[in-house]
């Protein structure tokens, strides 16, 4: 018999696309609450909250909102189960994570025969694929003439995509699918907590999903959000989805969501942790004390403070969203990208790579929005630079990162 040592994990700096540093308040909750099963009342009334502090986060009236356990692909999961096979889907992959959700949507799409195929990567005829390349945002222009040719049942784009740090046309995609009557179906993971949207205002849009561990900065629990609209629920009841456990309707009725109404007595789905509850009602009892608008605010005004330092070390900024900083080495590192990433995260300072072609460096502030936080991720990703053979003067770039604060205040 085999017993290991107790598992230890050191406290990192995780300045990475995700996951987030999280709240201690949140880690608080996980480690103090009591516990109980989950048909105990507080345990009920908790996901009841959470449900409603989650529309309210969300902006919408989507009565089929909630949180589906697991990570951001467990929410993709369940939403994306809307797709059944041999459906006519469209889909808009910018990236590495609106890759994954595009593979997922050829597995769901995939007739029998075409599964067996090529079981982990199968290509259903039915499904098209429109890619726009590394770094570019997807448009409203590009869905428009896709759907228009295509005319699909369903359409599908990420929201925010964070293999490359940009931002695609949310207003494009949902007026797109408005005028050729296409289901949208969207990927919020990196979005939802960071930006400042109502999906109440794409109504070309009939499911969102979303995770625990970015913006809405809840990593022990791990709910990943969920929204549809009626008319997506409508589409599940009439034809059904092969799933259980991230069924739409059926995952619903534990946070007390049933036959499209709130009701004041929840159903039985699957074994609901306490401690995750408690700390998800937390995350989202702080993010809502902070305000959306407030938030979103923040993270561009520090998004912008790092990538002045990151400049004037050199680096070329290529990113527009307001959490990640994606970034290509001054030509005299150029290729040691995966390296310089290696050796900053053996110092617990935890950076990425892209995880596609090309290799780029990301660097991510979710919940470091204070000057103090921003000072260290610049100062300790100048220190991995230099250490690499870079040359700029450290000095310069932190007193410039000073005064960016000092105008400010
Ligand atoms: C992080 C991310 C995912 C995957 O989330 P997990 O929590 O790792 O499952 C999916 N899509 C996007 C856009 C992401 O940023």
Same mark, same amino acid.
């Given at each position: 018999?085999?017993?290991?040592?107790?598992?230890?994990?050191?406290?990192?700096?995780?300045?990475?696309?995700?996951?987030?540093?999280?709240?201690?308040?949140?880690?608080?909750?996980?480690?103090?609450?009591?516990?109980?099963?989950?048909?105990?009342?507080?345990?009920?009334?908790?996901?009841?909250?959470?449900?409603?502090?989650?529309?309210?986060?969300?902006?919408?009236?989507?009565?089929?909102?909630?949180?589906?356990?697991?990570?951001?692909?467990?929410?993709?999961?369940?939403?994306?189960?809307?797709?059944?096979?041999?459906?006519?889907?469209?889909?808009?992959?910018?990236?590495?994570?609106?890759?994954?959700?595009?593979?997922?949507?050829?597995?769901?799409?995939?007739?029998?025969?075409?599964?067996?195929?090529?079981?982990?990567?199968?290509?259903?005829?039915?499904?098209?694929?429109?890619?726009?390349?590394?770094?570019?945002?997807?448009?409203?222009?590009?869905?428009?003439?896709?759907?228009?040719?295509?005319?699909?049942?369903?359409?599908?784009?990420?929201?925010?995509?964070?293999?490359?740090?940009?931002?695609?046309?949310?207003?494009?995609?949902?007026?797109?699918?408005?005028?050729?009557?296409?289901?949208?179906?969207?990927?919020?993971?990196?979005?939802?907590?960071?930006?400042?949207?109502?999906?109440?205002?794409?109504?070309?849009?009939?499911?969102?999903?979303?995770?625990?561990?970015?913006?809405?900065?809840?990593?022990?629990?791990?709910?990943?959000?969920?929204?549809?609209?009626?008319?997506?629920?409508?589409?599940?009841?009439?034809?059904?989805?092969?799933?259980?456990?991230?069924?739409?309707?059926?995952?619903?009725?534990?946070?007390?969501?049933?036959?499209?109404?709130?009701?004041?007595?929840?159903?039985?789905?699957?074994?609901?942790?306490?401690?995750?509850?408690?700390?998800?009602?937390?995350?989202?009892?702080?993010?809502?004390?902070?305000?959306?608008?407030?938030? &979103?605010?923040?993270?561009?005004?520090?998004?912008?403070?790092?990538?002045?330092?990151?400049?004037?070390?050199?680096?070329?900024?290529?990113?527009?969203?307001?959490?990640?900083?994606?970034?290509?080495?001054?030509?005299?590192? &150029?290729?040691?990208?995966?390296?310089?990433?290696?050796?900053?995260?053996?110092?617990?300072?935890?950076?990425?790579?892209?995880?596609?072609?090309?290799?780029?460096?990301?660097?991510?502030?979710?919940?470091?929005?204070?000057?103090?936080?921003?000072?260290?991720?610049?100062?300790?990703? &100048?220190?991995?630079?230099?250490?690499?053979?870079?040359?700029?003067?450290?000095?310069?770039?932190?007193?410039?990162?000073?005064?960016?604060?000092?105008?400010?205040?």
């Amino acid at each position: 018999m085999t017993v290991f040592p107790q598992l230890e994990i050191p406290e990192t700096l995780a300045a990475g696309p995700g996951p987030g540093n999280t709240d201690p308040r949140v880690l608080e909750r996980f480690a103090k609450i009591g516990v109980a099963d989950h048909m105990q009342k507080d345990v009920l009334r908790g996901m009841l909250e959470a449900k409603l502090m989650l529309r309210e986060l969300w902006g919408t009236k989507n009565v089929y909102t909630y949180g589906v356990a697991g990570t951001g692909f467990s929410g993709l999961d369940c939403v994306l189960s809307l797709v059944l096979p041999a459906d006519k889907v469209v889909v808009f992959p910018n990236g590495t994570f609106s890759g994954i959700d595009s593979l997922t949507i050829r597995m769901k799409a995939a007739t029998a025969e075409e599964l067996a195929a090529d079981s982990l990567n199968p290509q259903p005829a039915s499904v098209v694929t429109v890619e726009t390349a590394h770094g570019k945002p997807v448009t409203g222009e590009t869905v428009d003439k896709a759907l228009a040719e295509h005319k699909p049942m369903w359409a599908f784009m990420a929201h925010w995509e964070t293999g490359s740090g940009r931002i695609n046309d949310l207003k494009g995609f949902s007026d797109a699918c408005l005028k050729h009557g296409v289901m949208g179906i969207v990927d919020a993971v990196s979005s939802l907590g960071v930006g400042d949207f109502n999906i109440d205002d794409y109504p070309g849009v009939v499911a969102w999903a979303s995770c625990p561990q970015k913006g809405v900065l809840a990593l022990p629990l791990t709910y990943a959000p969920v929204s549809f609209t009626d008319k997506a629920i409508d589409v599940i009841k009439a034809r059904g989805c092969r799933t259980y456990v991230h069924h739409p309707v059926l995952d619903a009725r534990h946070w007390g969501i049933i036959d499209g109404k709130d009701v004041e007595t929840p159903g039985y789905h699957q074994t609901h942790s306490c401690y995750a509850v408690a700390s998800f009602h937390e995350a989202l009892r702080i993010i809502l004390s902070y305000g959306r608008a407030a938030k &979103a605010t923040d993270y561009m005004y520090h998004e912008k403070a790092l990538r002045q330092a990151v400049e004037g070390m050199g680096c070329e900024v290529t990113s527009d969203m307001p959490s990640l900083i994606v970034l290509n080495l001054p030509g005299k590192l &150029a290729g040691k990208e995966k390296e310089l990433v290696q050796g900053a995260r053996s110092q617990g300072f935890g950076i990425w790579p892209t995880l596609s072609e090309p290799v780029q460096v990301r660097i991510g502030i979710l919940n470091q929005l204070s000057a103090e936080q921003i000072d260290e991720i610049a100062s300790r990703f &100048a220190d991995a630079m230099l250490a690499m053979g870079a040359e700029f003067d450290k000095q310069q770039v932190m007193s410039q990162l000073k005064s960016y604060y000092a105008k400010a205040a």
